[in-house]
């Protein structure tokens, strides 16, 4: 046996060794039968849709150096422009989406979102010029906006604090995943399908990519879950399941839909949590950016006349970059979830991006070709924190579902706001790949990212200790916040706190 302390209630409470390993073994057999049919359905349809977002969301950069520059005659920024309009239509869609969310059914809103984008990325196979790329990929941003929130929120309605951080993290590292199956995608389509049907491998990618994500649109549609509060009984959930799913939610301290009035959405920010939790998500997601200029250094070895790396090893070489990611985020959700504290790896992650950032900026492209690859490959190890910070943010609001909802869509919203046009100052596509200011903003950039881990640490255990000392003379202040609690009575407490 190991004791842990619960970062909510202060106490300390004994767990088995096994439980770090996976956390549904040391629970009742009826309890781990319900979150095994759960994260069979609900995390499995979750992996499969980012894996497929994030196929059709990287696809743009591996077309665009397999081919598609040179047919469509895009030059400049064009490629930073086509990203941003993107961007542009992902953040116009986030907050209503999710708002929306706590009003009608996700398994009806997400999948069908998801079967949009996907017809319109193979739409992208049509494109004749540089308008019609950024008209198309601003309605694919505007679709897949209904979904990474959106399922942030929905996992952080059925989870429990020791849970949420492992499967917010698992279905993020599909984000490393298919950027990864985008490279060895491009590659075989460009070599296998160049030139099939009057098609160039580019398009053929945009093609392959919609059909691979259509059908798991469809899937969703059986298999996704709406919320504990409206999900009807089922072949996949008994009423004894919903109910005891419900039961957990309240014993975590996170309310069901209640309504919106004009007093409750000023409510949204008269509290801390959303100043300092959207800043957090804003600089951990525009820390990764020199992660982007390995396939242009790759690229830039290639003079006329003399090809060192072909398109396929170009496209390929990089994917390191995302294994990298992949292992480094299942060691945040698992070192998180065993502290039950969701700041220590953002401390860490940051402080070593910083690192590599450095070593990129003060080193030569063409002299230290080893040094200079390795830590290209470090360049997205803070790429897994997402899922911790929007973890956070569902535990820490927990106590009202709308905010809860609006906190975690605002996170990716602005975040999305500043990655518009943030990555086309700092790294600008014909800066490619030094990219020097961009490179040493990035270093600030990450240490902006620990302060404000720090903060909102410094800020929850202080809540936590005004918490405790009102919960024991059963009485508080207005502007104390409840967090997470472990024990329905404490979370009955909360409640009383609340209203």
């Known amino acids: 046996m190991s004791s842990i302390k619960s970062e909510s209630t202060g106490q300390s409470k004994k767990r088995p060794l096994r439980s770090y390993i996976w956390d549904t073994w040391d629970k009742s057999p009826e309890e781990r039968r319900f979150l095994n049919k759960l994260d069979a359905c609900l995390l499995s349809y979750a992996a499969l849709s980012y894996f497929s ?62 079967i949009i984008w996907s017809v319109l990325t193979m739409v992208l196979a049509t494109s004749k010029s540089f308008t019609s790329l950024v008209v198309i990929r601003f309605f694919v941003g505007l679709a897949e ?84 509060y409206n999900t009807k009984p089922s072949a996949l959930y008994t009423e004894d399941q919903l109910a005891m799913a419900r039961k957990r939610m309240e014993e975590a301290g996170r309310r069901p839909p209640t309504k919106y009035t004009k007093k409750k959405i000023i409510g949204f920010f008269k509290t801390w949590h959303i100043w300092t939790l959207v800043p957090l998500y804003i600089l951990f997601n525009n820390g990764g950016n020199p992660s982007t200029s390995m396939i242009f250094w790759l690229k830039s070895f290639n003079t006329p006349g003399h090809t060192v790396y072909t398109v396929g090893q170009i496209n390929l070489y990089p994917l390191g970059i995302n294994a990298v990611q992949v292992v480094t ?28 950032c450095i070593v990129l900026a003060s080193s030569p492209l063409y002299t230290h070709i080893t040094r200079r690859w390795v830590f290209y490959y470090f360049t997205l190890c803070q790429g897994g924190l997402s899922g911790l910070i929007l973890a956070w943010a569902n535990e820490l609001t927990g106590y009202d579902n709308e905010k809860r909802s609006f906190v975690v869509a605002c996170c990716n919203t602005f975040a999305y706001v500043f990655q518009a046009w943030l990555p086309i100052v700092l790294f600008p596509q014909v800066e490619q790949p030094r990219v020097q200011k ?23 255990k202080r809540d936590e200790r005004r918490n405790r000392k009102y919960l024991d003379d059963d009485e508080a202040p207005v502007n104390v916040l409840p967090l997470e609690l472990e024990a329905s009575d404490d979370a009955s407490k909360t409640s009383k706190l609340n209203d």
């Not at 490179?439 to 800020?459: K, Q």
Request: net charge neutral.
């Open 145 to 228: 906006s209904s979904f990474y929130p959106a399922i942030q929120y929905v996992i952080g309605s059925w989870y429990k604090g020791d849970e949420l951080g492992k499967r917010a993290c698992i279905f993020h590292t599909t984000s490393a995943i298919g950027p990864m199956f985008s490279g060895f995608l491009q590659t075989g389509a460009y070599n296998g399908l160049n030139g099939r049907l009057g098609l160039a491998g580019w398009q053929w990618l945009f093609i392959i990519d919609g059909i691979i994500t259509i059908p798991i649109g469809l899937l969703g549609f059986l298999i996704m879950p709406d919320l504990p």
């Open 438 to 460: 961009g490179t040493i903003a990035t270093v600030f950039i990450n240490f902006g990212m620990v302060c404000f881990a720090l903060l909102t640490m410094i800020l929850q």
């Open 329 to 356: 985020t299942l060691i945040w959700a698992w070192w998180s979830d065993a502290v039950r504290a969701r700041w220590p790896p953002m401390i860490v992650a940051g402080l070593w991006q910083m690192v590599n």
């Open 53 to 114: 977002k994030y196929l059709d969301q990287q696809n743009i950069t591996n077309a665009y150096v397999s081919g598609m520059q040179e047919d469509l005659k895009l030059h400049g920024n064009q490629l930073n422009y086509i990203t941003t309009a993107w961007t542009c239509g992902y953040v116009i869609g986030q907050i209503p989406s999710n708002l929306l969310l706590t009003r009608i059914r996700p398994s009806l809103w997400i999948p069908a979102m998801e």
